[in-house]
């Protein structure tokens, strides 16, 4: 028998009341009611404990055993740590191949102001971006490039979607995240915040290249889907407009990797000078 099992206590179901009550935060209707989400994953889990605030720890047997030391930092923490079926570990994850690791965790995102606060010189803004894998990689590609911030404008996914979560691989605790469904309401705090508004659009005349000096500038890089780009109204909303530079035969890049390269070229020539 595992040490985290204990005689005559068996595991939780997928009828456990808490695990019930858990399964509701796998959809955004339940996330914002409860205030609540779901990180699955030991890597997320154990980012969650470090940054964020873990109500319940979920693991199954064979997961606990897989990854003691975050049992322990769970319990060390004073965060109940509840044992599960592999059924119930199912209905909890979003993924072909459950994990086995379920944290239950406060949302994270905070009003724009709060998120802007201090003298930000880099930020992350997606507009429309309705594809959860494509957003938390940009949050992920934000943090590991020393952004301040990662906002989340008009109908754009919401942050704390699964898919989203697990593919930010715990950045999504790393930096102030903020959603608003208004894009004039995000693009005038990242205003007031001193950032310069620059979009990434692939047609744009002016390309990374020739815009080294003026990156140098506290920036606001605007984001939007892969499919549709951004709308005109907010290309016409942001003081520059810029595209990555193609040097090969590929038609474009996807959304996560040009982000990537706008965000490093930001980052690159502001810690240079």
Not at 243 to 258: D, F, Q, W
Not at 260 to 270: D, E, K, T
Request: charged residues 25%; glycine residues 8%; hydrophobic residues 45%.
């Amino acid at each position: 028998m595992s040490k985290h099992t204990r005689p005559g206590v068996d595991p939780f179901t997928e009828r456990t009341p808490r695990v019930a009550a858990a399964r509701h935060l796998t959809r955004r209707a339940g996330r914002d009611k409860a205030g609540r989400f779901l990180a699955e994953g030991a890597q997320a889990a154990r980012e969650a404990l470090r940054f964020g605030r873990v109500h319940e720890l979920f693991v199954t047997v064979a997961a606990a055993e897989r990854n003691p030391e975050l049992v322990a930092d769970a319990e060390d923490r004073g965060v109940p740590v509840s044992v599960i079926t592999d059924k119930a570990a199912a209905g909890l994850s979003e993924t072909v191949t459950p994990q086995g690791v379920v944290a239950v965790c406060d949302l994270l995102d905070q009003p724009l102001a709060t998120a802007l606060d201090g003298t930000p010189r880099l930020v992350a803004v997606l507009v429309g971006v309705t594809d959860p894998g494509n957003a938390g990689t940009v949050t992920r590609v934000a943090d590991a490039a020393g952004a301040d911030a990662v906002l989340f404008a008009g109908d754009t996914v919401d942050p704390h979607n699964g898919k989203a979560v697990r593919a930010s691989t715990g950045s999504l605790f790393h930096l102030p995240i903020a959603r608003d469904r208004s894009v004039e309401a995000v693009l005038d705090a990242c205003r007031a915040a001193g950032l310069r508004l620059i979009a990434a659009d692939g047609y744009a005349p002016v390309d990374l290249d020739e815009a080294e000096d003026e990156l140098v500038r506290p920036t606001a890089w605007v984001f939007g889907s892969e499919a549709h780009g951004l709308p005109d109204a907010v290309l016409a909303a942001t003081d520059a407009v810029m595209r990555v530079p193609l040097y090969g035969r590929a038609e474009s890049l996807n959304l996560a990797t040009a982000a990537a390269v706008c965000l490093y070229a930001s980052a690159r020539v502001q810690r240079r000078r």
